[in-house]
């Protein structure tokens, strides 16, 4: 019972680690507190057909956008 346990645990997280390897492209140099460039990126985004998923704040209190389109995400992080 214990070894099926870890076996399903095992197959669990190889899932979800599969799962979450996407390709991540980072862009920091963005001020993303302007509301003039969080539009045009936004709308850049959009016609590229890249889909809003989050808006945050990090724990270093920087805005982050995460798009995300075809399992791929974009994290522009304010500068």
């Known amino acids: 019972m ?8 095992a197959a669990m997280t190889l899932l979800l680690t599969l ?4 390709d ?14 969080r539009k045009c990126l936004l709308d850049a985004t959009k ?5 809003l998923k989050s808006v945050y704040i990090n724990a270093s209190d920087k805005l ?9 995400d974009k994290v522009y992080i304010t500068k």
């Open 47 to 51: 016609s590229e057909g890249w889909e």
């Open 64 to 72: 982050v956008y995460v798009f995300s389109k075809d399992g791929n």
């Open 2 to 9: 214990k070894k099926k346990i870890q076996l399903i645990t």
């Open 19 to 22: 799962n979450m390897s996407a």
């Open 24 to 37: 991540t492209i980072i862009n920091s140099e963005l001020n993303l507190y302007n509301p003039d460039v």
